[in-house]
């Protein structure tokens, strides 16, 4: 806990005020931050973040050219199933299930590098993996990087504010943090390097990736559609991208307790599950926070899990070749047995319905 306490550079704002409870800087100090460490010529060792909002940036032409220039209803939803769903659930596989919480383990390098570049990268590994640990060691407490209490923006601006790695580790605490990313197939820097950097990641080979990824793309999606497809659907990447920032603090119930009794039983943070993040990215967030080391997160019947499907299939080809599932032990904990019917109870029905109503379904179950 003393590390992970530490793991992170922290805001100029603090952790915490001086009664031990979570800083909450208004917006003026969060935008004062953000761009701050944006700053590359300042400080070069911001350019992990700088890099992560660039690419950001460098999608949004592509936005504008399919919504003004290519724009046709097929296109849009392309986009739509490539943002919501592909990118939605690639990030479950890869940042969040792999990268962080090891919950599976590849065969081999190739299908590792595979499942890496399935999608346009955006998100460095660094960034995400080394953060979710501490969110998960301080979920909704002080330094958890993006705690929902701390406000929208708080939780939004994060990846720069919040979640690049301390600047001053030590060598051991350097290599623990190294530690975390061993299996990830992220070439570190040498712990001289990363006192020049700042980071783990090594900037030419990470925007390399980068490169050689977006070029691949790019032109596999030319010549299947022409430029209108490659504007389609690198602009829903970006689009994604800056979606996916809001998630936390939605999926913490904006700073509230939005727990329901019956479908949220993690009782140790404000997480909870939420029907549209879990039908398009398999991302029950109350039933990870319960087992986080597990490949599924989808355990009711209604829990659709496409994370986990991606990960089953792939250990069917022999591709993965290990992977923990908490299914079994959740219904030991939670339930005895698995239910022979759809759903447990009709309150469960009744609250499920309500919340797909709210996400926009209409039709009642």
């Known amino acids: 806990m003393p590390f992970l306490n530490n793991v992170l550079e922290p805001p100029a ?47 949004t032409p592509f936005l504008f050219l399919f919504l003004f220039k290519y724009f046709s209803f097929k296109l849009l939803i392309v986009a739509f199933i490539y943002s919501m769903i592909v990118m939605g659930t690639h990030g479950t596989i890869w940042h969040h299930r792999y990268c962080t919480h090891n919950a599976y383990q590849f065969s081999n390098k190739f299908w590792r590098f595979f499942t890496q570049n399935l999608t346009l990268k955006i998100i460095p590994e660094e960034i995400y993996a080394i953060s979710h640990h501490v969110h998960h060691a301080l979920s909704d407490q002080p330094g958890d990087p993006y705690n929902a209490s701390g406000g929208f923006l708080y939780c939004f601006l994060a990846d720069v504010n919040h979640q690049p790695i301390a600047r001053n580790m030590n060598e051991k605490d350097y290599d623990r943090c190294v530690s975390l990313m061993k299996h990830t197939g992220v070439t570190p820097n040498t712990y001289a390097q990363y006192k020049k950097w700042g980071t783990i990641a090594n900037p030419l080979r990470t925007i390399l990736s980068i490169i050689l990824n977006w070029g691949f793309w790019l ?109 079994k032990q959740f219904y030991i904990d939670h339930g005895n047995k698995q239910p022979v019917v759809a759903y447990e109870t009709v309150k469960e029905v009744v609250i ?14």
């Open 13 to 59: 704002y603090g952790w915490k005020d001086e009664c031990g409870n979570l800083s909450k800087p208004s917006s003026g100090q969060i935008f004062k931050e953000f761009f701050t460490r944006l700053n590359v010529f300042k400080n070069k060792k911001n350019w992990l973040s700088f890099l992560s909002w660039v690419l950001v940036i460098a999608l």
């Open 219 to 327: 032109l596999l999606f030319y010549f299947i559609g022409g430029p209108g497809l490659v504007c389609a659907i690198f602009g829903a990447a970006g689009f994604w991208a800056v979606g996916v920032r809001t998630f936390n603090y939605e999926g913490h119930g904006k700073g509230s307790d939005k727990r329901r009794d019956g479908i949220d039983y993690n009782r140790e943070d404000m997480s909870i599950n939420q029907v549209w993040p879990g039908l398009v990215a398999g991302e029950w967030h109350n039933n990870h926070h319960l087992y986080p080391k597990s490949a599924r997160s989808g355990f009711k019947p209604y829990q659709v899990d496409m994370a986990w499907y991606y990960i089953k299939f792939l250990s069917m080809i022999g591709a993965v070749s290990s992977y923990r599932d908490y299914k």
């Open 352 to 365: 499920l319905n309500n919340n797909l109503k709210s996400s926009g379904f209409s039709n009642k179950l």
